[in-house]
């Protein structure tokens, strides 16, 4: 049976330098991948508007998912009949996880008062503090603050107060991943949750083929797509140790960083 590839991918510090949040590594693999007609889907931490605008730049006609598994934007008319549970949103069919960001930050509001002063919000801060605090343009820095579903924070206490803070956090019924800059705070949601949804779109779509999903991540918070998916990539970090997965079959771990990484292991996997 010729299975059909679905590429799932954090953004990042995976397909982007962490650095430069450039792409220019991997170039040559997204040509190759697209003459294909193999999918690069984005599975991200980022909001709408930043991933909306990385598609346009690397052409990207695929569904993605944002905000750690917040969301799953679609296409309208990509798949032949809307998903089940999806809503149409300015040219998507969208499917949420989790509650919208207002029910998070009331939460972090009321119920996280001992640890005010051991973190700074996104919504918190301006657009050029998060910008020198990120290296983002003052415009990009404007568009990660664009958030619908959750709250990332910027950690600036203990690592024992900020154990501390997640178990507590975990006990009020949010959900805390840790990325390669920030705690992201939201509901019951993960990549790996969204990218088995969307998964299984592809199927329902397309019964007759079978399918091979492959991701790749560098962080923490990219451990639930790696460990959901067919064949799990983890992308060197110049800013962190490897994540620790559970899985020890189809794993492979890049000697490159970021995007190089990422094009040195889907040219071995699948080139």
């Not at 220019?24 to 991933?51: G, H, M, Q, Y």
């Given at each position: 049976?010729?299975?059909?590839?679905?590429?799932?991918?954090?953004?990042?510090?995976?397909?982007?330098?962490?650095?430069?949040?450039?792409?220019?590594?991997?170039?040559?693999?997204?040509?190759?991948?697209?003459?294909?007609?193999?999918?690069?889907?984005?599975?991200?931490?980022?909001?709408?508007a930043?991933?909306?605008?990385?598609?346009?730049?690397?052409?990207?006609?695929?569904?993605f998912?944002i905000?750690n598994?917040?969301?799953?934007?679609i296409?309208?008319?990509?798949?032949?009949?809307q998903?089940?549970?999806?809503?149409?949103?300015?040219?998507?069919?969208?499917?949420?996880?989790?509650q919208?960001?207002?029910?998070?930050?009331?939460?972090?509001?009321?119920?996280?008062?001992?640890?005010?002063?051991?973190?700074?919000?996104?919504?918190?801060?301006?657009?050029?503090?998060?910008?020198?605090?990120?290296?983002?343009?003052?415009?990009?820095?404007g568009?990660?603050?664009?958030?619908?579903?959750?709250?990332?924070?910027?950690?600036?206490?203990?690592?024992?107060?900020?154990?501390?803070?997640?178990?507590?956090m975990?006990?009020?019924?949010?959900?805390?991943?840790?990325?390669?800059?920030f705690?992201?705070i939201?509901?019951?949601?993960?990549?790996?949750?969204?990218?088995?949804?969307?998964?299984?779109?592809?199927?329902?779509?397309?019964?007759?083929?079978?399918?091979?999903?492959?991701?790749l991540?560098?962080?923490?918070?990219?451990?639930?797509?790696?460990?959901?998916?067919?064949?799990?990539?983890?992308?060197?970090?110049?800013?962190h140790?490897f994540?620790?997965?559970?899985?020890?079959?189809?794993?492979?771990?890049s000697?490159?960083?970021?995007?190089?990484?990422?094009?040195?292991?889907?040219?071995?996997?699948?080139?």
């Amino acid at each position: 049976m010729n299975k059909k590839m679905l590429i799932f991918t954090d953004l990042d510090g995976t397909l982007l330098d962490h650095y430069t949040y450039q792409t220019r590594a991997a170039d040559c693999t997204i040509k190759n991948l697209k003459e294909k007609n193999i999918p690069i889907i984005p599975n991200t931490s980022k909001t709408l508007a930043e991933v909306l605008l990385i598609r346009a730049d690397l052409k990207l006609e695929t569904p993605f998912i944002i905000e750690n598994g917040a969301a799953v934007y679609i296409p309208v008319n990509y798949f032949s009949i809307q998903p089940d549970g999806t809503q149409l949103e300015n040219g998507f069919w969208v499917k949420s996880f989790c509650q919208k960001k207002d029910f998070w930050l009331s939460l972090l509001s009321a119920e996280a008062r001992q640890f005010k002063t051991h973190f700074r919000g996104f919504s918190q801060m301006r657009a050029q503090q998060l910008a020198d605090l990120t290296g983002l343009s003052i415009t990009d820095a404007g568009l990660a603050k664009r958030r619908q579903f959750g709250e990332p924070v910027d950690w600036l206490g203990s690592q024992q107060s900020q154990d501390d803070f997640i178990k507590h956090m975990h006990l009020l019924g949010a959900n805390v991943l840790e990325g390669g800059r920030f705690l992201h705070i939201s509901g019951n949601c993960d990549k790996g949750q969204a990218q088995s949804w969307l998964a299984q779109q592809y199927k329902i779509n397309q019964p007759e083929r079978g399918l091979t999903v492959i991701a790749l991540g560098d962080s923490d918070n990219d451990t639930a797509m790696l460990e959901a998916a067919d064949i799990a990539v983890v992308v060197r970090s110049p800013v962190h140790a490897f994540p620790i997965l559970q899985r020890e079959n189809e794993l492979y771990f890049s000697r490159e960083y970021g995007p190089a990484g990422w094009a040195e292991c889907l040219q071995k996997i699948i080139f």
